[in-house]
């Protein structure tokens, strides 16, 4: 079955660029739209925003200066690079598959997010 | 940003027990609501989307129901691997916020 695992530093600098990547395993990077989401200490999630396999992102306006989302089909891979961290970055970072897609009249069809890595820990420090 | 709030934000309830968990939508986001269990130390899984349909491989004891800006997650017949913190999610317009998470206890 599909499975994700993120990958990346867990100790990131204030003021760097936090990187990660999400390795797709036992199926197809297309035509899903690949999420990542975090947690920070005892507290609950936060949608960071997607890229499509085809590359448009979307993104979370608290977040949209400062991210970046994009896909390497050729790997099955998606990465995730946030810059100009602070202590508030601090946090478990999750990517997810998201298989909405659009019907013929346009109309979202949503499924959640139906699949997610294990997690991993990254401390701005 | 569309504001979810789940209540209660707590729980405790007894193995064998029905218990509902709400989560309101700040604005009308028709059946573009989704329910995430987790338990400590794992990542979320998904359990209902669509606001009522269970997701494949999740227990029957799962419902999810509402539309537009109230919704409900019931857990029928509560087992020892259901204590865990819920989370509800709007999927109707980004950014895809969360509600703030309810944290079922054993009594």
């Known amino acids: 079955q599909v499975q994700l695992q993120e990958s990346g530093p867990g100790l990131v600098r204030p003021s760097e660029t936090l990187s990660l990547t999400c390795t797709v395993s036992?199926?197809?990077?297309?035509?899903?739209?690949w999420t990542w989401i975090r947690q920070p200490p005892g507290k609950g999630l936060e949608w960071i925003g997607y890229s499509y396999f085809s590359g448009r992102t979307n993104y979370n306006p608290s977040l949209k200066s400062r991210v970046t989302i994009s896909v390497d089909t050729s790997n099955n891979q998606f990465s995730l690079k946030l810059n100009s961290v602070t202590a508030a970055d601090t946090a478990v970072y999750y990517c997810?598959?998201?298989?909405?897609?659009?019907?013929?009249?346009?109309?979202?069809?949503?499924?959640?997010?139906?699949?997610w890595g294990r997690g991993t820990t990254v401390i701005v420090s | 940003d569309i504001q979810m709030t789940q209540s209660p934000s707590s729980l405790s309830a007894s193995v064998g027990d029905r218990v509902t968990i709400t989560c309101r939508a700040g604005q009308t986001i028709s059946n573009y609501l989704n329910w995430y269990q987790q338990k400590p130390g794992q990542a979320p899984n998904l359990l209902i989307y669509g606001a009522s349909s269970l997701q494949s491989g999740v227990p029957s004891r799962f419902s999810g129901g509402g539309s537009g800006t109230d919704f409900t997650l019931t857990i029928y017949g509560l087992l020892p691997e259901d204590f865990a913190t819920y989370y509800c999610q709007q999927s109707y317009s980004s950014p895809y916020t969360f509600g703030q998470g309810t944290k079922l206890e054993i009594k």
């Open positions: 997810a598959r998201d298989p909405h897609y659009y019907d013929s009249d346009g109309t979202p069809q949503d499924y959640g997010l139906d699949i």
């Open positions: 036992g199926g197809s990077i297309s035509p899903y739209y």
